[in-house]
């Protein structure tokens, strides 16, 4: 609800002097929520058909003629009809933000699904302005994603196993690669992967040597092999917070903790690793 009224259907701007009053929600979900109540078009689709509804507006959008498609026509569970009327309303707005969960990506297709969505955004801008962002939850759940692009060139799913950074989603993806058993050993900070993984997931992690660096107690500290505390950001260190729409906010320490910073902690089992590498002796 804080995102309805601060940041989309029901903020107040320049050219929305009137809040929601100006502005058109379509909301297109495989489920009613309290979000589709709200919404001036709701367009309810069976779960799957991600790709094909976006690669039908793109085609719409470029006005080409879908041959064996009668206006009745069901595609993802919807009339053809108001994927038509969706097309030409996205092409109408003066300024329009498609704003995709993270369910776009569980669907067949995956990351395709979200690549076929940003295609369809580079060509909206040719008729007005559009622009995507991804509802992604949790505070700073966009930071590692801005940190790996700026240092590789990559947002996620990066190997570094040849010495330089590979990319490539469903190979090196996490979720991928624990289904796949690739794994032998996992270092997991600022997520609970028991509450937010695929159970096949979380079961085989349990089965490996797992660290976790976590400022509190949840569903993945109780079974994790080596625990270390640290302290929460904003609050017991200092350091950058990332915003869901990529503004970064720089936080500031406010109290002394007992415990390290994630910063120190991972500084510290750096330099254990190259000590054992060297192969010194422990102080």
Partial sequence: ????????????????????????????????????KNADIFLQVTPGADFEIVHVLRLLIAGKRLEGLEEESLVGGVAFRQWQELAELMKACRYGVVMFGIGLTQSRGKDLNAEELNSLIIELNAFTRFYAVAMRGHGNVNGSNQVLAWQTGYPLAVNFQRGYPRFNPG?????????????????????????HLPQSAVNYLKSIPTIYLEPHENATTTWANVVIPVAPAGIGAGGTFYRMDNIPLQLKKLVDFAVPSDLEALQGIKEEVLRLKRGEAAC
């Avoid at 107040?12 to 489920?31: F, S």
């Avoid at 979720?175 to 794994?183: G, I, Q, S, T, Y």
């Fill in 171 to 195: 190979e090196f993806s996490v979720v991928d690669m624990l289904r796949r058993k690739e794994a032998d050993a996992a270092l997991i900070i600022a997520t609970d992967p028991s509450a």
């Fill in 1 to 36: 609800m804080r995102h309805l009224k601060r940041y989309s259907a029901l903020a107040k701007g320049l050219y929305t002097p009137e809040g929601r009053k100006d502005r058109k929600v379509v909301v297109i979900d495989v489920r009613p929520s309290p979000t589709s």
